[in-house]
């Protein structure tokens, strides 16, 4: 079968990587094309990627409205793509406000649509659950308490674990030694502090200042930024000019799992922290148009994956004003080795893997896809106004 999928940053880009690995387990002669990036094109051929999420990922209403423009053409280029290749699906990975537009356009020619990794509609914009009824055939969520939450509204969606588990287990499984990784770096006789700015050039320009700040209040302890390797290695050049931080780039999971605490921006790389097993505070701070817009629109009690899959704080957030170095500095020090604060949390993240589930989402996902294309678990039901298969 010919699957088209789109993911518009680097975890869509892991995730659709992994969920390509198990289609071709369930579906060997499976043909790809895809929007995504290099791990994508790894599995599925980088003669098949139609555009990398590095040209096409604008996050926050104010980088959107500055980029209007190139946004509305890319729409435009994706739609034509997608009637010219004729898949039998479409793919998203979350990537909401560009996907959905392209679930209307697929529902419209009679292509089934699958939303992998569900728009997180239980922390804002809940009208796009309309969205996903009219528009999606099946919706598959990596969150255990998404399951009820659909429910509610109507939407029988699919959960086969966290595919984070997966990423994050084959990772470690291919690594150095932490004192290997080390003694390449050049680094580790003193306590190491990870620093995760973010995937997007606004992130890291908005969160990557003040954490040259703290390394500086912290000068006992050495600091290592994961940097991206999609952006401009100038800009981390700039930015940490004059700083003692050391830079890697694309070694986040090494970084991270051989550090003895992390700080980290909201994201996906707070959850991905908190199953490699690394104490964190979760530091973030954004475009002022943003945060009006967030705190007016937000329905949830925190931004961090970890405490919102665990129902509390289990993670210290320090948002806006409250991200400060001396803050920060507090927080980070009760995490170190002999902090008050380390064995409690190393603790909570136990309870995390267990609620998250194992490795094999993705190899499950893929599985219950093909099913449901061959029609093994029952035929998905097309609407009166598709055109007949």
């Known amino acids: 079968m010919r699957y088209y999928l789109i993911a518009g940053e680097a975890s869509g880009d892991l995730h659709g990587s992994n969920l390509m690995k198990g289609l071709l387990r369930s579906d060997p002669q499976a043909e790809f094309r895809f929007w995504g990036g290099d791990l994508m094109a790894a599995v599925g051929g980088r003669e098949h990627l139609a555009k990398h999420y590095r040209d096409a990922s604008f996050f926050g209403i ?3 409205v500055r980029h209007l423009p190139t946004v509305l053409a890319q729409i435009r280029e994706c739609k034509r793509d997608i009637a010219a290749y004729g898949p039998d699906v479409l793919v998203l990975i979350d990537y909401p406000g560009f996907n959905f537009r392209m679930a209307k356009f697929a529902h419209g020619r009679g292509i089934r649509v699958f939303y992998y990794i569900a728009p997180k509609v239980w922390a804002w914009k809940e009208h796009r659950v309309e969205r996903i009824r009219r528009y999606v055939d099946k919706l598959f969520i990596i969150f255990p308490f998404e399951v009820e939450y659909f429910a ?7 959960y086969e674990g966290n595919p984070l588990a997966d990423a994050v287990a084959e990772r470690c ?8 990784f080390y ?14 700015a973010g995937s997007r050039r606004s992130e890291v320009c908005n969160n990557l200042p003040f954490m040259t700040q703290l390394a500086e209040r912290m000068p006992e302890y050495d600091f290592v930024l994961a ?3 999609w952006l401009d290695r100038g800009l981390y050049e700039k930015l940490l000019a004059g700083s003692r931080i050391v830079c890697l780039y ?35 701070r954004t475009d002022a148009l943003t945060v009006w817009a967030g705190r007016r629109l937000l329905k949830i009690p925190y931004i961090s994956l970890v405490n919102l899959v665990m129902g509390r704080e289990v993670v210290k957030e320090l948002i806006q004003e409250e991200m400060t170095p001396e803050r920060a500095a507090e927080e980070l020090r009760a995490l170190l080795p002999g902090g008050g604060q380390r064995e409690r949390m190393l603790a909570d993240y136990d309870a995390l893997r267990e609620r998250i589930g194992g490795p094999g989402a993705s190899e499950r996902v893929a599985a219950r896809m093909v099913a449901l294309l061959r029609g093994a678990c029952g035929r998905i039901p097309v609407p009166k106004n598709r055109r007949k298969e």
């Open 62 to 64: 104010g980088e959107i």
């Open 152 to 158: 509610r509204r109507g939407i029988d969606a699919v």
């Open 227 to 229: 940097a991206v390797p």
């Open 183 to 196: 003694g390449e770096h050049g680094f580790g006789g003193r306590p190491v502090v990870a620093l995760l």
């Open 173 to 180: 499984a291919a690594m150095l030694s932490r004192e290997a």
């Open 250 to 284: 694309d070694k986040t999971y090494e970084v991270l799992r051989y550090a003895d605490a992390a700080v980290v921006t909201s994201g996906t790389a707070t959850l991905e922290t908190a199953l490699i097993g690394t104490p964190e505070v979760v530091c973030y």
